[in-house]
């Protein structure tokens, strides 16, 4: 008699969130009706608001598919600490103020049969003034690097074998680590079926934070990877500003460069970074009260 024939493989949605009351709900009940198999992995970085009492609800009445964890540390350390709990071939990456297509998973693992990498269409949801400026786009041997890790989908042998997220990083994170797999001979793939909402930020000031934390992340980028800027499309990044919103994102990200110009000489990023990290216990909220860093921006 042959072997039967295998099912799908199981896949892991990995997720960091922090103080995202407002939308867990969300993410977790779109993440509930993806199509099997598959499992969740969530890892709190000690929320202040009611997060992880939200998850808590989730996770006990549906034990096993939704499993919980506690980390401290930046999202490169919280991500790489869901990763080591997954269980599945495949791991797939979505934020805390995201959530999902009901064919997300469906299209993510039909694209990973064939694909180490691959990333998803992000769609804003909010406030058009901001929802309509552009990413600021690096491309290495004709791939897109910076496709956002709230959308993004890895073979797991390929994320193990790149060490997984650089967790020294504020941001950029994710763009570090899609450039160390193109390095590596992996290929990125689009898929724009995959679909991920996000929500974007409620008011000016936490969009030009977080304008002002990406511009700190390419400079740390920048620091790994030597100069970058000759990839980038400046003409189009310039070009491409339409009114006032658009150039104070752009400030905003350039002063967040220029802080870690002027602050990061004692924490200048090499190549070398640690790989290895103490495992979390699921449901402990204790579990990470001993490790430092900072929390996600």
């Known amino acids: 008699m042959g072997s039967e024939p295998s099912g799908p493989a199981l896949i892991s949605v990995v997720s960091t969130v922090r103080n995202e009351g407002p939308h867990i709900a969300q993410l977790l009940d779109s993440l509930l009706v993806q199509e099997p198999p598959f499992e969740v992995v969530l890892v709190d ?70 694909a180490p990498v691959v990333a998803g269409q992000m769609v804003n949801v909010g406030a058009p003034r901001y929802c309509q400026l552009e990413r600021v786009e690096l491309f290495q ?31 950029a994170e994710d763009i570090d680590l899609n450039l ?16 991920v909402y996000h929500h974007v930020r409620t008011t000016i000031l936490r969009f030009l934070l977080q304008a002002f934390w990406n511009g700190y992340g390419r ?3 920048t620091e790994k990877h030597g100069s970058l800027w000759g990839r980038y499309r400046m003409s189009r990044l310039i070009s491409g500003q339409r009114g006032w919103v658009a150039w104070a994102r ?48």
């Open 45 to 114: 970085a000690f929320s202040r608001d009611r997060t992880y009492a939200i998850a808590s609800e989730y996770a006990a009445r549906h034990p096993g598919l939704i499993r919980l964890f506690r980390r401290s540390g930046s999202r490169g350390v919280g991500r790489n600490a869901g990763v080591r709990a997954a269980r599945g071939e495949f791991v797939a990456f979505i934020d805390g103020d995201c959530y999902a297509d009901a064919s997300w998973l469906k299209v993510l693992r039909a694209s990973l049969v064939d």
């Open 141 to 171: 041997s004709g791939y897109d690097v910076t496709h956002p890790s709230s959308n993004l989908a890895y073979r797991r042998a390929l994320f193990e074998r790149l060490g997984g997220f650089d967790g020294r990083f504020i941001t």
């Open 180 to 195: 160390r797999a193109v390095r590596a001979g992996g290929a990125i793939r689009y898929a724009p079926d995959a679909v």
């Open 219 to 221: 400079k740390q980028l």
């Open 250 to 297: 752009l400030s905003a990200a350039f002063g967040g460069y220029g802080v870690r110009v002027l602050t990061g000489a004692g924490s200048r990023l090499t190549q070398e970074f640690p790989r290895a990290e103490p495992a979390v216990a699921e449901g402990s909220p204790t579990a990470a009260a001993r490790d430092g860093g900072p929390s996600s921006p």
